[in-house]
T-cell receptor
Framework: QQQVKQSPQSLIVQKGGISIINCAYE??????FPWYQQFPGKGPALLIA?????SEKKEGRFTISFNKSAKQFSLHIMDSQPGDSATYFC????????????FGKGTKLSVKP | DVKVTQSSRYLVKRTGEKVFLECVQD?????MFWYRQDPGLGLRLIYF???????EKGDIPEGYSVSREKKERFSLILESASTNQTSMYLC??????????????FGSGTRLTVV
């Protein structure tokens, strides 16, 4: 079964707009929630991550919002730029175990100039 | 500044061939992983390893095997390549939680085509 559900599968945003990608999980033991960014022809790279003791983490134009009670977390990209066009993966893991990441299926973001 | 290196960016192999995909990391990570990436299916875990000579099956191990003889090297083996193994293969490494864990570092991937 899919433990991390990501939506939407694809997203088109105008330059300067806000991109929002959502993820939901079931396993309440998850305690680490990263987002990865993947450009064409490259491997995914860690973008930003959050642990469940905080509700929000911001790094530049990228923000993770975390709702523990709803078991949801989301990535917000403010002032989206064409250079943000990439595939984004959310993930989750249990730190107490070996920490294998469970990935969502990815969202392909296109930012139009 | 390359930290996870996959030996080939593109490979074309014939059905039935034995295929080796190599991955080397220079970060002294204990954990290494092999994924395949297909459109609409995301990243699917094939095999992983927490230590030298140790391996664990992931979600889709059928048709694959792995080898980890040295800490820095993790090889994926397709015993008899088939067309349904045409895919992008990604290697990743990480340190265990509690030891400065900071997620996975991925290689750039190997695009394998089986004809």
């Amino acid at each position: 079964q899919q433990q991390v559900k990501q939506s939407p599968q694809s997203l088109i945003v105008q330059k300067g707009g806000i991109s929002i990608i959502n993820c939901a999980y079931e396993n309440t033991a998850f305690d680490y929630f990263p987002w990865y960014q993947q450009f064409p022809g490259k491997g995914p790279a860690l973008l930003i991550a959050i642990r469940p003791d905080v509700s929000e983490k911001k790094e530049g134009r990228f923000t993770i919002s975390f709702n523990k009670s709803a078991k949801q977390f989301s990535l917000h990209i403010m002032d989206s730029q064409p250079g943000d066009s990439a595939t984004y993966f959310c993930a989750a893991s249990e730190g107490g175990s070996q920490g294998n990441l469970i990935f969502g299926k990815g969202t392909k973001l296109s930012v139009k100039p | 500044d390359v930290k996870v290196t996959q030996s080939s960016r593109y490979l074309v192999k014939r059905t039935g061939e034995k295929v080796f995909l190599e991955c080397v990391q220079d970060m002294d990570h204990e954990n290494m992983f092999w994924y395949r990436q297909d459109p609409g299916l995301g990243l699917r875990l094939i095999y992983f390893s927490y230590d030298v000579k140790m391996k664990e099956k992931g979600d889709i191990p059928e048709g694959y095997s792995v080898s980890r003889e040295k800490k820095e090297r993790f090889s994926l083996i397709l015993e008899s390549a088939s067309t349904n193994q045409t895919s992008m293969y990604l290697c990743a490494s990480s340190s265990p939680p509690g030891t400065g864990y900071n997620g996975y570092t991925f290689g750039s991937g190997t695009r394998l085509t089986v004809v």
